[in-house]
């Protein structure tokens, strides 16, 4: 009896404390679900800073109101100074104080330092553990130097250095390169992920190929080298060739690419873009988006109209659409002046195709790095029927606040949606822009 009575409590976990910080709610308004059976602890604070946030039209300003929301609905009415009761089996109340001792040492007028002292004060009187929650790094540093417990929010989170890459290398014979040339198919038994590339010599020659997975007929299809080009832009690596043949193919509706500059992802994904509005005719436009984000600090407001702020922001594409054109004029439009004057291509900022249905589109979500798991589920699921989504990025270049390699939502992306049938990722790791380009990426 005691031996049982030992055994069940050692699968008692002990109850936890955590102390949630506001930028964890502005990454994920309902992140307070993924702490299961514990004490859920909102500083007051953290509500002041929501308040102030929630008037902002941008992603913030939607998940300030969206946190706002949740807190209240889970409220119930109940006293939220002594604690409610939520789906996840954890308590959820407002602290209405902080550790005096240090206000002295402490900007106590600033919100984040007062949301420190307050897992400082729990700290030191609650009988649980605590940890202090934040996607700020200065903030856990701060919290540690305290004696605090302080974690970044993992939800939603994962390893870049071991992700998935869209490819493995492996070999054929040379025998069943021929005969995938001509069936474009042909059996294969190794253990592979649907849509996954495989690449590298064939056996009996140093000859290089690549092929991918099907998981359905479970075997290897051909994948076309491109030597012509796609408007006039040839593929110069493997990985090139993988990234042509997932985005020119109708049946893959969600493509993300990831690379360094200069590997050739955004010029791919345009490319691929207009050869199936203007050539296949498969979607009806082709629509370019990107997050704003400055390089460098921001230089203030833009003069002009919308279309002429775009034109500042979104300056690379239009730098890789000069490239395309003068490589491949087409019918329909021989300049990039003429090509966006027609009806068939939008280049739109991110924050205007929120709330918009997007049927029969190619929609490709340049520098997709700098966007949150919560929005690219929101962008994503804009997709109307028929649309082809491409995200493209560079996940060591980050330029928003509280995310990095790990936790923004290209990243997050691949790692959930790798081996779905309507999927296809690749790691692009070569740039292909110049010399000196690639010895940049590498060092600096």
């Known amino acids: 009896m005691a031996e049982a009575e030992k055994g069940n409590k050692s699968t008692v976990l002990p109850r936890k404390t955590f102390v949630i910080d506001t930028n964890v709610l502005i990454h994920r308004p309902d992140a307070i679900l993924s702490f299961k059976d ?14 102030k946030l929630k008037t902002y039209s941008d992603e913030r300003g939607r998940n300030a109101r969206h946190a706002i929301r949740f807190i209240d609905k889970r409220a119930k009415g109940s006293n939220l100074s002594h604690g409610t009761k939520i789906e996840n089996g954890s308590m959820m109340r407002i602290e209405l104080d902080y550790d005096r001792s240090l206000a002295d040492d402490f900007n106590t007028e600033r919100a984040d330092n007062k949301i420190i002292l307050t897992a400082m004060k729990l700290d030191r009187s609650e009988k649980t553990e605590v940890f202090f929650v934040s996607k700020d790094i200065n903030a856990r540093v701060k919290a540690r130097a305290l004696g605090i417990k302080a974690v970044d929010y993992e939800k939603q989170k994962t390893s870049f250095t071991k992700l998935y890459k869209g490819y493995q290398e492996g070999s054929i014979t040379s025998q069943e390169a021929e005969e995938l040339a001509i069936k474009e198919f042909i059996p294969f038994s190794g253990v ?42 040839v593929p110069l690596n493997a990985q090139q060739i993988m990234s042509l ?37 498969t979607y009806t436009r082709l629509l370019v988006t990107r997050p704003i984000m400055p390089l460098g600090k921001d230089l203030g407001f833009l003069p002009g109209d919308k279309e002429a702020k775009l034109t500042h922001w979104m300056k690379p594409i239009y730098d890789n659409l000069e490239l395309i054109v003068s490589q491949h004029p087409h019918a329909e439009f021989k300049t990039v002046e003429h090509l966006l004057k027609g009806s068939k291509v939008e280049i739109e900022a991110i924050t205007y195709i929120r709330g918009r249905s997007l049927p029969k589109q190619y929609i490709i979500i340049d520098e997709a790095q700098n966007l949150s798991p919560h929005e690219i589920k929101t962008i994503v699921s804009r997709a109307g029927k028929g649309s082809k989504i491409v995200l493209t990025g560079d996940p060591y270049q980050i330029d928003t606040p509280y995310l990095d ?13 790798k081996g779905q049938s309507l999927y296809g990722h690749v790691t692009l790791e070569k740039t292909e822009r110049s010399p000196l380009a690639e010895l940049a990426a590498e060092l600096l």
């Open 405 to 417: 390699s790990d936790s923004n939502g290209l990243t997050y992306l691949v790692e959930i949606l």
């Open 38 to 51: 514990s004490d859920i602890v909102i500083p007051l604070w953290v509500l002041e800073e929501l308040d």
């Open 192 to 233: 592979m992920l649907n849509n996954q590339f495989l690449m590298g010599e064939l056996k009996d020659t140093s000859e290089s190929f690549v092929a991918r997975y099907n998981s359905q007929r479970q075997g290897l299809q051909r994948v076309d080298p491109y030597e012509d080009g796609v408007f006039g832009i």
């Open 245 to 281: 043949d997932v985005l020119l193919d109708d049946e893959i509706s969600l493509v993300t690419l990831i690379g360094q500059a200069g590997t050739g992802k955004t010029l791919l994904a345009l490319v691929a873009g207009l050869k199936k509005v203007f050539e296949s005719k």
